[in-house]
């Protein structure tokens, strides 16, 4: 499986943070569109078809499943 490093580690980190693609995109003054497609292979490289499961099992693996 492919490392997550650099710009992409960065987006994962701010994905599960809860910042919107646009947030993102200000924060680290990339255009939207290049947000989504980084926020695209994320997801694909951890193997998730949405945002939502991305967080969900990032915040699994530190423990905090409900």
Request: hydrophobic residues 40%; aromatic residues 8%.
């Given at each position: 499986?492919?490392e997550?490093?650099?710009?992409?580690?960065n987006?994962?980190s701010m994905?599960v943070?809860?910042m919107?693609?646009?947030?993102?995109?200000?924060?680290?003054?990339?255009h939207?569109?290049?947000?989504?497609i980084?926020?695209?292979?994320?997801?694909?490289?951890?193997?998730?078809r949405?945002r939502?499961?991305?967080?969900?099992?990032?915040w699994?693996?530190?423990?905090?499943e409900r």
């Amino acid at each position: 499986m492919e490392e997550l490093k650099g710009t992409k580690l960065n987006i994962y980190s701010m994905v599960v943070q809860g910042m919107t693609n646009g947030e993102i995109a200000k924060a680290l003054n990339l255009h939207i569109k290049t947000v989504a497609i980084y926020v695209s292979e994320i997801m694909d490289i951890i193997g998730v078809r949405n945002r939502e499961r991305l967080i969900y099992l990032y915040w699994v693996g530190r423990g905090c499943e409900r």
